[in-house]
């Protein structure tokens, strides 16, 4: 005859272990690769609207939308988002043209 008692039981108790699949992985390499990449485009995006060409542009167009005042180069540094020595930069191309 065999009694046994459950308080005694040999069988050891053994923990699960949840494996991510593969396929989750993936996924999040991914969508880690998808932001650097968006981050990437972002950067390249702003260097290249902070160009001194671009920012050339843009400063022109805010002379011409000022019409015949005069232009305060703190407005200027506001409107384009740079600072002071970057807009010598653009005075000193539009003078060296």
Not at 35 to 43: G, L
Not at 57 to 68: E, H, P, R, T, V
């Amino acid at each position: 005859m065999n009694h046994r008692s459950d308080k005694f039981s040999t069988r050891k108790k053994t923990k699960r272990v949840e494996i991510e699949s593969p396929d989750k992985e993936e996924e999040e390499n991914q969508n880690t690769r998808r932001k650097a990449m968006t981050d990437e485009k972002a950067k390249i995006r702003q260097r290249q609207e902070n160009s001194l060409s671009e920012l050339t542009k843009n400063f022109i167009n805010f002379i011409k939308s000022q019409g015949d005042k005069t232009i305060n180069i703190n407005d200027v540094v506001k409107k384009l988002k740079v600072k002071k020595r970057r807009i010598y930069d653009i005075t000193n191309v539009l003078e060296g043209m």
